[in-house]
């Protein structure tokens, strides 16, 4: 498998860590409850390796002619 494909496994594999790091509701982040604050930084970290994993698709390359 290429590269790409492995990236795309990181916010499963955090999701599931939280899972067992995160659930607590002490401390506070940011006023939110530990849990609730992973889950968050959860979505904004699976956006950001989603884009890198478009940016790394060769197939999402313009044609050069």
Do not use: K
Not at 16 to 31: I, K, S
Not at 33 to 62: E, Q
């Amino acid at each position: 498998m290429r590269v790409d494909r492995w990236l795309a496994l990181v916010p499963f594999v955090f999701t599931l860590g939280g899972v067992l790091v995160a659930n607590r509701v002490r401390p506070f982040v940011f006023g939110l409850p530990f849990f609730l604050a992973w889950t968050m930084a959860g979505v904004a970290l699976s956006a950001i390796v989603m884009a890198c994993v478009y940016r790394l698709d060769p197939d999402n390359r313009p044609d050069d002619p």
